[in-house]
């Protein structure tokens, strides 16, 4: 059987694509620019085709997957024509999720961190799960993807563009509900409505764990506790918390309260807890969440963290977490703003988290626009600068993006912490920098 992805080098795609590998089945897809992803599925036996044609009549396939990033690639309606069959991407998982016992975390942050330690956990508990996360882990060998040969299966669950309503989970996590995806979604209701409906697919006899110290989540578990649902909570309060700050290897209060609920998962499924502990205390993080590395840049060594936080909520969580972990260091950020429209709307809130930052410099670098995501009326008066100047502080500066280099080899001191925020091709700009100067980021 062959399976085409469009749109292979998503991070969500790739890790379905890595999944049919693992079924036998012959893989090929395409995608606009070469990555680390579609290197790692090459590497691994798929077919990748980049900015060119393919001749899909010569290697028909029986199944075409699309990411939901792809909705108007011609290459889509090639194969509509040719009467393939046609699933996006989260209507191909929530396929998976109807034959597997599904355990399918959401929320607005955190989720792919509990769906990695909730994967790992139940590995440690010889549970062989198969693991579908939107990041690559390092205990998964540096992927987002684990093959399991049980019937357990771990997924992340988004809620861009109601993504999560095609899944039928046994156990559903929602770790918080904040306002984001502001072009799906437009008002909090519609986002609180559409984790309802997330939450009411659980199958007969599925149980709901939500964090009790957000009032989104809890307020969610309190109305389908209502509808007859079994609710179950966890919490800050909880007396494990004070043990896992002292034995993650992951820093952040936030992450004590992810590694709460996997806890909590596993003690539904009756894991014991020492296999949680010890399984969890040697989580070592993933891919641009809080990821260190350590090398030298323009002849100072430094260390540098990639982490892919874009909402306010998330880059305040992460300053906090470094500033925890380097108390007396100097820390240096470089935030891009993603997608111009969530940018204005959430405007006063990003004013706020850098006004307040306990780090030493930031520098706001130009939004990453998003094709077909921005609202044109609002976005045209929207930029980094004027964010920058409503934070309102000389610890805060716009920076253009062309300038970046220039500006930190001036600022970098040897022994620096570089904090590297942002969801949009930041990482890859900022790889390149550090690469041609030696530092150890690739």
Same mark, same amino acid.
């Given at each position: 059987m062959r399976v085409f992805f469009i749109g292979i080098g998503g991070i969500g795609v790739s890790a379905l694509a890595r999944y049919y590998l693992s079924q036998g089945w012959e893989v090929f897809g395409s995608d606009l620019a070469r990555s680390e992803i579609t290197d790692d599925l090459k590497k691994i036996g798929a077919r990748i085709f980049l900015k060119k044609n393919i001749n899909l009549k010569k290697t028909a396939p029986d199944l075409a997957i699309y990411s939901l990033a792809a909705k108007n690639n011609p290459? =889509? +309606?090639?194969?509509?024509?040719?009467?393939v069959k046609i699933m996006s991407y989260p209507q191909a998982l929530g396929e998976l999720t109807k034959k597997y +016992?599904?355990?399918a975390v959401a929320g607005a942050h955190g989720k792919s961190t509990v769906t990695a330690m909730i994967g790992m956990m139940l590995a440690a508990a010889k549970f062989d799960p198969t693991v579908?996360?939107?990041?690559?882990?390092?205990?998964?060998? /540096?992927? /987002? %993807?684990?093959?399991?040969k049980s019937d357990l299966l771990v997924i992340e669950a988004c809620e861009y563009d109601r993504a999560f309503w095609n899944y039928f989970p046994d156990i559903a996590v929602v770790t918080n509900i904040e306002m984001d995806h502001i072009e799906c979604y437009e008002n909090e209701a519609n986002l609180c409505a559409a %984790?309802?409906? %997330? !939450?009411? /697919? =659980?199958?007969p006899g599925g149980k709901l764990l939500v964090c009790a110290d957000d009032a989104g !989540?809890?307020? =969610?578990?309190?109305s389908m506790k209502k509808k007859g649902i079994e609710v179950l909570n966890y919490s800050r309060t909880m007396p494990e918390a004070k043990f896992f700050s002292e034995i993650l290897r992951v820093p952040g209060e936030h992450n004590v309260t992810n590694a709460l609920a996997a806890l909590a998962v596993g003690r539904m499924l009756e894991i014991d807890d020492e296999t949680i502990f010890k399984s969890l205390a040697k989580y070592r993080g993933s891919w641009r969440r809080f990821d260190r590395r350590r090398g030298e840049i323009f002849g100072k060594k430094i260390t540098v963290v990639f982490d892919y936080g874009h909402h306010p909520t998330q880059i305040k969580l992460t300053m906090a977490a470094a500033r925890q972990l380097w108390p007396k260091k100097r820390i240096i950020c470089v935030f891009q703003p993603h997608q111009a429209w969530r940018t204005s709307l959430l405007f006063d809130d990003f004013a706020k988290v850098f006004r307040e930052s306990p780090l030493d410099k930031t520098f706001i670098t130009d939004i990453y626009r998003v094709a077909g995501r921005e609202n044109e009326k609002i976005s045209k008066d929207i930029n980094s600068e004027k964010l920058a100047d409503a934070v309102g502080s000389k610890k805060t500066e716009y920076l253009a993006k062309k300038q970046i280099a220039v500006k930190l080899k001036k600022e970098i001191n040897k022994g620096d912490i570089l904090l590297v925020l942002g969801a949009g091709d930041i990482y890859d700009y900022m790889q390149k920098i550090l690469r041609n100067q030696s530092c150890d980021c690739a």
């Amino acid at each position: 059987m062959r399976v085409f992805f469009i749109g292979i080098g998503g991070i969500g795609v790739s890790a379905l694509a890595r999944y049919y590998l693992s079924q036998g089945w012959e893989v090929f897809g395409s995608d606009l620019a070469r990555s680390e992803i579609t290197d790692d599925l090459k590497k691994i036996g798929a077919r990748i085709f980049l900015k060119k044609n393919i001749n899909l009549k010569k290697t028909a396939p029986d199944l075409a997957i699309y990411s939901l990033a792809a909705k108007n690639n011609p290459e =889509l +309606r090639r194969v509509q024509d040719m009467g393939v069959k046609i699933m996006s991407y989260p209507q191909a998982l929530g396929e998976l999720t109807k034959k597997y +016992r599904t355990v399918a975390v959401a929320g607005a942050h955190g989720k792919s961190t509990v769906t990695a330690m909730i994967g790992m956990m139940l590995a440690a508990a010889k549970f062989d799960p198969t693991v579908v996360v939107g990041t690559k882990v390092k205990s998964f060998k /540096n992927t /987002n %993807f684990r093959s399991g040969k049980s019937d357990l299966l771990v997924i992340e669950a988004c809620e861009y563009d109601r993504a999560f309503w095609n899944y039928f989970p046994d156990i559903a996590v929602v770790t918080n509900i904040e306002m984001d995806h502001i072009e799906c979604y437009e008002n909090e209701a519609n986002l609180c409505a559409a %984790f309802g409906k %997330f !939450a009411g /697919n =659980l199958k007969p006899g599925g149980k709901l764990l939500v964090c009790a110290d957000d009032a989104g !989540a809890k307020k =969610l578990g309190e109305s389908m506790k209502k509808k007859g649902i079994e609710v179950l909570n966890y919490s800050r309060t909880m007396p494990e918390a004070k043990f896992f700050s002292e034995i993650l290897r992951v820093p952040g209060e936030h992450n004590v309260t992810n590694a709460l609920a996997a806890l909590a998962v596993g003690r539904m499924l009756e894991i014991d807890d020492e296999t949680i502990f010890k399984s969890l205390a040697k989580y070592r993080g993933s891919w641009r969440r809080f990821d260190r590395r350590r090398g030298e840049i323009f002849g100072k060594k430094i260390t540098v963290v990639f982490d892919y936080g874009h909402h306010p909520t998330q880059i305040k969580l992460t300053m906090a977490a470094a500033r925890q972990l380097w108390p007396k260091k100097r820390i240096i950020c470089v935030f891009q703003p993603h997608q111009a429209w969530r940018t204005s709307l959430l405007f006063d809130d990003f004013a706020k988290v850098f006004r307040e930052s306990p780090l030493d410099k930031t520098f706001i670098t130009d939004i990453y626009r998003v094709a077909g995501r921005e609202n044109e009326k609002i976005s045209k008066d929207i930029n980094s600068e004027k964010l920058a100047d409503a934070v309102g502080s000389k610890k805060t500066e716009y920076l253009a993006k062309k300038q970046i280099a220039v500006k930190l080899k001036k600022e970098i001191n040897k022994g620096d912490i570089l904090l590297v925020l942002g969801a949009g091709d930041i990482y890859d700009y900022m790889q390149k920098i550090l690469r041609n100067q030696s530092c150890d980021c690739a």
